[in-house]
């Protein structure tokens, strides 16, 4: 214990007009949050005020990063702060390290009332990257968007906030640390626990894992590679997949957390995981992986690269879940996905006569399908995958549901995603992403763009291209309704479906770093004849993505020649 009690400051600021959190809280360059006096302890303090006084005295929260720069910094502050303002007991990460989905299993687990996840996900990171500061509710998810306008609204009139300048922790000393405050008559306790700990547990309740171990470590030993990328999952690769689950120590590389991710954006996708792509096109290794900075989102490669595109994933766990003892025992509620990811899902959940809920992209809408008990697996196209054992996405869970089917059905990566095809259909889907575009320039051609496919006349409209000629059946604004509390979400996104369902969707996003706006276009083409499933996918999504590029004009609108991106 302190010998004497440590002061309470309270300090004068001025608010800032840019901090409405977006779908992955509030995203900026670090050198802003760096920079700018009083960014960071402005926001803390719009989180910590949004919280019911009554509900803040004395409540647990938990603290962790992805480990990126400037997280360190941040944490000290948090800290101070949350002592300031009446916060009971923080739990952080050992080093200040808590992937996302560790973040809501130990909320959810020990009843915290939210938690405080530092990352900018898949974004760069160091001292010229991107920062993020997230807040996480008491069921584990993210905020929903009433939460998220509080905060907002308390940034914008924001004049001083608490803090304990004096309070400092170590946080390489795992255990138990209490410190006595002024005017305060119980004093601040702060717990460093190990990082990967509580969420193994809940791990090993879910999966079979002699049965996984079995599979890395018998004679037919399989041979696998799983890229951590320099973020946050390299503690819980090593620990969960080769300590626990036998994969020799060579199956796990990039496992040391960087402040800068060695240089390269932590993004597990074909274009930014290219050690890991060209590892497996050599043939030694019969499953891949990679993750993001923060283990939320992952990426699925078989034998030769085979590459398993993220809504093909959610489909295929969809229709092996029998593989997994936690939905064997509890059974199968519901599936749900995010509008833009290809209906692939959707023909599990018919197949299956399950529930089928389509929602807005932000991974708060699945939790509240899951906290009323509707729904019980959930994906998006952008590489996230879950299930209602917790409220994030999460990546190295997605991983482990990989390695129970494959072990289940004696199969490789390949050849269970053929059989899915052969059974199912294959949905042809891309993603072409227009990254760093001026947002006045985005807005308005989203905007001219709604104003094209909302005409009358659009709907009866027929484009050639080539010898196919499509149909538009329906276009619309995509707006959703929340089955369970009726809140509604509008202008999710703009959707062109086509009579022989094939579908154009476009989505502007800015949760990047105040890199300006991303506006996203999906294509995608249902295939029932496996004679058809071996084509390449750009070759038949191509008249698609050519519509999409002449009603949007989009290269000429931005001056672009191209996306940054193709998924």
Same mark, same amino acid.
């Given at each position: 214990m302190?010998?004497?009690?440590?002061?309470?400051?309270?300090?004068?600021?001025?608010?800032?007009?840019?901090?409405?959190?977006?779908?992955?809280?509030?995203?900026?360059?670090?050198?802003?949050?760096?920079?700018?006096?009083?960014?960071?302890?402005?926001y803390i303090q719009s989180v910590l005020s949004s919280i019911d006084l009554r509900d803040r005295q004395g409540c647990t929260m938990v603290v962790g990063s992805d480990g990126r720069y400037f997280s360190r910094a941040a944490i000290e502050v948090i800290v101070q702060m949350a002592a300031a303002n009446g916060i009971g007991r923080l739990v952080i990460g050992h080093n200040g390290l808590l992937s996302t989905p560790a973040v809501s299993c130990i909320i959810r687990?020990?009843? /915290? =009332?939210?938690?405080?996840?530092?990352?900018?996900?898949?974004?760069? +990171?160091?001292?010229?990257? #991107?920062?993020?500061? $997230? %807040?996480?509710?008491?069921?584990?998810?993210?905020?929903?968007?009433?939460?998220?306008?509080?905060?907002?609204?308390?940034?914008?009139?924001?004049?001083?906030? /608490? =803090?304990?300048?004096?309070?400092?922790?170590?946080?390489?000393?795992? +255990?138990?640390?209490?410190? #006595?405050?002024?005017? $305060? %008559?119980?004093?601040?306790?702060v717990e460093i626990v190990d990082s990967v700990e509580v969420y193994l547990q809940l791990l090993r309740n879910i999966f079979d894992f002699n049965s996984i171990k079995s599979l890395l470590t018998g004679p037919n030993q399989l041979k696998i590679h799983i890229d951590a990328m320099n973020g946050v999952m390299g503690p819980y690769v090593r620990r969960i997949l080769c300590d626990e689950l036998g994969a020799p120590a060579n199956s796990a590389v990039n496992c040391v957390p960087l402040e800068d991710f060695g240089g390269r954006p932590p993004e597990p996708s074909l274009t930014y995981a290219t050690s890991l792509v060209d590892a497996m096109k050599g043939g030694d290794f019969g499953f891949g992986a990679a993750f993001d900075a923060d283990g939320d989102r992952y990426m699925i490669l078989g034998e030769n690269g085979f590459f398993v595109n993220p809504s093909d994933s959610v489909a295929i766990m969809a229709a092996n879940l029998s593989a997994i003892p936690y939905f064997r025992q509890l059974g199968v509620k519901g599936f749900a996905r995010s509008m833009a990811t290809s209906t692939a899902l959707d023909r599990v959940a018919k197949a299956l006569k399950l529930a089928l809920y389509e929602t807005p992209t932000g991974w708060r809408y699945f939790g509240n399908l899951m906290d009323s008990g509707?729904?019980?697996?959930?994906?998006?196209?952008?590489?996230?995958?879950?299930?209602?054992?917790?409220?994030?996405?999460?990546?190295?869970?997605?991983?482990?549901?990989?390695?129970?089917?494959?072990?289940?059905?004696?199969?490789?990566?390949?050849?269970?995603?053929?059989?899915?095809?052969?059974?199912?259909g294959r949905n042809y889907f891309c993603r072409f992403d227009y990254e760093g575009l001026d947002p006045r320039a985005a807005f308005y051609l989203m905007r001219d763009l709604e104003a094209v496919i909302s005409d009358k006349a659009f709907t009866s409209q027929k484009f050639a291209v080539g010898d196919h000629v499509y149909n538009v059946e329906r276009a619309d604004n995509y707006e959703y309704i929340d089955p369970v509390d009726g809140t509604v979400a509008r202008n999710q996104g703009l959707r062109i479906i086509f009579s022989d369902a094939s579908r154009v969707v476009f989505r502007m996003s800015g949760s990047g770093g105040g890199m300006g706006a991303t506006i996203r276009i999906y294509a995608e083409s249902f295939e029932r004849d496996p004679e058809r499933h071996n084509r390449e996918t750009q070759v038949v999504l191509g008249p698609l993505i050519a519509i999409a590029l002449k009603i949007s004009n989009i290269h000429e609108r931005t001056g672009r020649r191209g996306p940054n991106i193709i998924t």
């Open positions: 302190e010998t004497s009690p440590i002061p309470v400051v309270t300090v004068q600021t001025a608010p800032f007009e840019d901090q409405r959190p977006g779908t992955n809280g509030l995203r900026r360059k670090t050198a802003v949050f760096e920079g700018r006096r009083n960014y960071l302890q402005n687990k020990i009843k /915290a =009332i939210g938690g405080i996840i530092l990352t900018a996900s898949h974004n760069p +990171g160091g001292p010229s990257g #991107d920062f993020g500061v $997230k %807040f996480n509710v008491a069921n584990g998810g993210p905020s929903p968007d009433t939460v998220m306008e509080r905060i907002y609204q308390v940034s914008r009139t924001l004049e001083e906030y /608490a =803090i304990c300048p004096d309070l400092r922790i170590d946080l390489s000393r795992l +255990g138990r640390h209490d410190f #006595d405050l002024e005017n $305060k %008559f119980k004093p601040f306790r509707r729904c019980s697996l959930c994906g998006e196209e952008s590489f996230g995958t879950g299930s209602d054992h917790i409220r994030e996405k999460d990546g190295l869970w997605s991983v482990l549901v990989w390695l129970s089917i494959m072990a289940a059905r004696k199969q490789g990566v390949e050849h269970i995603v053929r059989e899915h095809w052969a059974k199912f």
